[in-house]
């Protein structure tokens, strides 16, 4: 590596950070440009009294002047967006910085043509192609407020977060592709308006060139609107804590939390974080083969990357098609140098054999990062020894949609534990804490705490200041919970071991059980259900749901699968149930309170060790329960 970090290094700079915040950030927000230097760095308080967070206050900035404008000068005919399509037999494209800027001030002036401006909410619903990135970067030169959407969420899913964040503009295409098949993401927003209240305008990208029904005075041509504007926007003077986005994500209760991110502190973390833990250097090829629609994308495809002058590559496919090569195909044909995935796709790849990787170079490879989910060992090895041929170190880094960026990670140099994301980051200063609150030291097990503020932290939950110290500062007063369980080895190394709240991680993606047990029990068949997370070997976990049907109603196989559609159709497909467990009764406490505890072991087919089952109220349930277990989908 060109710029390895000793890890004696590593660990005098994150004691300064910690010694020193306000000296060490204002030096590293020197990274961004600013239209006024901030005189003061963080400005925070965890406690319920004084509870704030704030960072770079007084600063000004505009977040796609850093991303594109002040690279003209010395890299405008660099390759700023490297896009690789659906199909291998579509041309890449090959969007400079300078066609950057032309194509993201065109889409702000037609933004602002639609009456949108500082602090206007727009969700975008888009497939994976540059104009994804335009769109967002084009709110960013306004002041406006993006919420991205993934575009695989329903209609249902997607009307509630336009809904949520009061958005009067929605940006979509007419349609995406994926592996190979095209996505009605036009239809679906149609659909989505059908159900919220309604939008002033739908600005919609040409992608594929379907032909998709428009409606008059609502609904407009991207190509067409852009004809009209001109190819210079000035960038909006931002102030540091002016909110930047708004990314919904699942928490423990039905309704998803719309996480808002600032303009100053989260772009410094995601281009501090990404030029130091993937070491990039021009001109590097960097690909984050995640989707815009989760923060590894906001973070690591686009903010971060482009804050930094690189060349990020977009790929609008899965990994997995048309064949299982594909991945190691697209790294060859753009000479890739840091790939970043998630342990899902590489456990997938790995079932298919070696020779799909080995029959490919991958000699441009520098470095592997990984994320979402705890990459089990194995999948480690594959990664660093096969993908990488034992040259490239991996990157396994622990964060959130709640922290901008990443958290607790390698960096180049750190000595790698696979299965281990290893040591806290400039300024973080993770804590254990036992489940009274009480805090661990040395080697030990707990609940993961972040015991200060970090420039990346979000900001608050859109519209919803209470629920926002409620989720996160109030089970322990004094520290951001992150909901996560780790351990610290006698090293000092943390080990992520997983959520130790009611969310379950699928294929990387966070999914809040309650979110799946609401769309379940809106089914006119479905009176109660329970849903829980199992160990799955490719997803990481899979959702196991457990469901008491009204009397009546007949469990059988078709109730079974129209349940799965049904579960799709509300939330979408990455929230299909794997297993539906027919229940006559759920295990409740005698307060009534269902133990999950009880119903993991189940879905983990662990049911020598159910624990203590003398608090049930029908002890009964349970002997049915396991009799039916054996019933998957
Ligand atoms: C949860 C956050 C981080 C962006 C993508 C997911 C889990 C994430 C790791 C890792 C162990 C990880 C945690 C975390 N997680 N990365 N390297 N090792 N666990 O973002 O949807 O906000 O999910 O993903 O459980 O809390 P997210």
């Known amino acids: 590596m060109s710029n390895a970090t000793p890890l004696a290094d590593r660990q005098a700079v994150h004691a300064r950070s910690l010694a020193d915040p306000d000296g060490f950030w204002l030096e590293a927000a020197t990274r961004l440009d600013w239209m006024t230097a901030p005189s003061r760095a963080g400005d925070w308080s965890f406690d319920r009294d004084d509870f704030h967070i704030r960072w770079f206050e007084d600063g000004v900035l505009n977040v796609a002047a850093n991303c594109i404008d002040r690279h003209l000068a010395t890299r405008g005919d660099q390759v700023a967006i490297l896009w690789e399509g659906d199909d291998p037999t579509t041309a890449p494209r090959h969007i400079t ?66 809904a949520d964040c009061d958005s009067r503009i929605v940006i979509t295409a007419d349609q995406g592709r994926r592996g190979g098949r095209t996505i009605a993401l036009k239809a679906c927003v149609d659909e989505a308006l059908a159900i919220a209240r309604a939008v002033d305008h739908v600005l919609v990208v040409r992608a594929t060139g379907a032909e998709v029904p428009m409606t008059a005075g609502r609904d407009i041509w991207y190509h067409e609107a852009a004809l009209n504007v001109a190819a210079d926007c000035p960038p909006e003077p931002m102030a540091a804590e002016d909110p930047l986005f708004i990314l919904y994500t699942s928490g423990s209760t039905g309704k998803p939390k719309g996480v808002v991110h600032s303009t100053g502190g989260y772009l410094l973390w995601a281009a501090m974080t990404h030029a130091t833990v993937f070491d990039y250097t021009a001109p590097d090829v960097y690909w984050c083969a995640a989707d815009i629609g989760w923060v590894t994308g906001h973070s690591y495809i686009v903010y971060g990357p482009l804050a930094n002058g690189a060349t990020t590559l977009m790929y609008e496919g899965v990994p997995n098609w048309p064949t299982p090569a594909r991945i190691w195909e697209v790294v060859d044909r753009h000479r890739v140098t840091t790939l970043y995935t998630a342990p899902t796709a590489l456990r997938a790849l790995m079932k298919e054999g070696d020779a799909y990787v080995t029959g490919t170079s991958r000699a441009s490879l520098k470095l592997l990062g990984s994320v979402g989910e705890p990459i089990n060992p194995e999948a480690w090895r594959w990664y660093h020894d096969v993908v990488g041929g034992g040259r490239c170190p991996v990157m396994d880094t622990w964060w959130q949609t709640e922290t901008g960026g990443h958290m607790i990670t390698p960096l180049p140099g750190t000595p790698a534990k696979p299965g281990s994301a290893s040591l806290p980051f400039h300024g973080v200063d993770p804590r254990l804490l036992d489940a009274e609150g009480r805090e661990l030291d040395g080697a030990a097990e707990g609940n993961l705490v972040i015991a200060a503020s970090w420039p990346g932290q979000m900001r608050g939950l859109w519209g919803d200041p209470a629920r926002f110290f409620d989720a996160y500062f109030s089970l322990y007063p004094g520290v951001y919970t992150t909901g996560d369980g780790a351990r610290r080895d006698a090293d000092g190394y943390w080990w992520i071991t997983g959520r130790v709240d009611d969310v379950i991680n699928v294929s990387g993606h966070r999914m809040g059980t309650a979110e799946v047990e609401s769309a379940l029990v809106l089914h006119a068949d479905v009176a109660e259900a329970a849903v829980v997370g199992f160990p799955h070997d490719v997803k990481g976990q899979g959702i196991y749901a457990y469901v008491t049907l009204n009397a009546g109603v007949a469990a059988d196989e078709t109730l079974r699968a129209a349940l799965r559609d049904w579960v799709r159709r509300e939330i979408g497909p990455i929230a299909t149930p794997d297993a539906i467990q027919f229940a006559p009764g759920l295990p409740k406490t005698r307060s009534g309170k269902i133990m999950r505890r009880i119903l993991r072991k189940i879905a983990e087919g662990d049911t020598a060790s159910l624990g203590d089952t003398s608090t049930l109220a029908d002890p009964g349930v349970v002997k049915a329960l396991l009799s039916e277990s054996q019933a998957r989908v």
């Not at 065109?106 to 206007?120: E, I, W, Y």
């Open 97 to 162: 910085y300078a066609e950057l800027h032309r194509e993201v001030s065109r889409f702000a002036n037609v933004l602002k043509g639609l009456g949108a401006g500082k602090g206007d909410r727009i969700t975008l619903y888009m497939p994976m192609i540059p104009e994804a990135a335009f769109a967002m970067l084009a709110c960013a030169r306004i002041g406006a407020v993006h919420s991205v959407v993934f575009a695989g969420f329903s209609a249902e899913a997607l009307a509630g977060r336009i």
